[in-house]
């Protein structure tokens, strides 16, 4: 497609399930990146891969994330026993080589319930 | 790390009118983008600017990296200009640091 697509748009959950929320970079893209944004605060940085390899991810915040990139194209963030404070937006990014530009998706609205 | 600095905060402007908008830096940053994110969430790229000055229709932008500063200039501002912008910046990483944002709302 044109641009970033993510899914779902919205997803609720109830505390201690698993999520896992996907992104579909640009074509061609070799960069992507996970962001989390809380409510009237600007996107945190979670994690970045290049191609198929995660090269940082430091924004992690517990080990219950996840995020893989297996085919160095679409990639999935898993989230296992979601606590409230999970609930967020996050919003998924690709460039076409580590330097920006970067383009976000629509991101997924999470709420945990 | 890095800090990043936006102001002001909030913004109240009729439609019409001009504004600037400032983003502040604690480091010498390699990259630069300003964004505006809309009332329905998306997060859409304004300019990748990370130094000089750029022009885009209403909108233009000027770095000094030098002063560690960025500014942001809307011109004649519309309703749809309201949202929140954001200024984001790297130091030779790959992530991005988002400032706080400022909120314009443009009244009609």
């Known amino acids: 497609g044109a641009g970033v697509s993510q899914s779902p748009r919205y997803k609720v959950a109830k505390r201690g399930q698993d999520v896992a929320l996907r992104c579909d970079p640009i074509?061609?893209?070799?960069?992507l990146f996970w962001y989390q944004q809380a409510l009237g605060q600007g996107p945190e940085f979670l994690t970045y891969?290049?191609?198929?390899?995660?090269?940082?991810k430091s924004g992690l915040p517990s080990d219950r994330f996840f995020a893989e990139r297996p085919e160095g194209s679409v990639s999935t963030l898993k989230i296992q026993r979601t606590q409230q404070e999970d609930s967020a937006v996050y919003l998924c990014?690709?460039?076409?080589?580590?330097?920006?530009?970067?383009?976000f998706g629509d991101g997924t609205r999470l709420s945990i319930l | 790390g890095i800090q990043v600095e936006q102001s002001p905060p909030d913004l109240i402007l009729q439609e019409g009118a001009n504004s600037t908008l400032r983003c502040n830096f604690s480091?010498?940053?390699?990259?630069l983008q300003w964004f505006h994110q809309n009332p329905w969430g998306q997060l859409i790229n304004l300019f990748y600017?990370?130094?000089g000055t750029k022009q885009n229709g209403r909108l233009s932008a000027t770095t000094v990296a030098t002063e560690r500063y960025s500014l942001l200039y809307i011109s004649s501002s519309q309703t749809t200009d309201s949202g929140v912008y954001f200024c984001?910046?790297?130091?030779?990483?790959?992530?991005?640091?988002f400032g706080p944002g400022t909120r314009l709302s443009v009244l009609p």
């Open positions: 480091d010498s940053v390699n990259n």
């Open positions: 074509s061609g893209h070799v960069s």
């Open positions: 891969f290049q191609n198929e390899a995660q090269l940082d």
């Open positions: 990014a690709s460039s076409l080589s580590p330097a920006p530009p970067q383009h």
């Open positions: 984001a910046v790297d130091n030779y990483g790959q992530n991005f640091v």
């Open positions: 600017i990370p130094s």
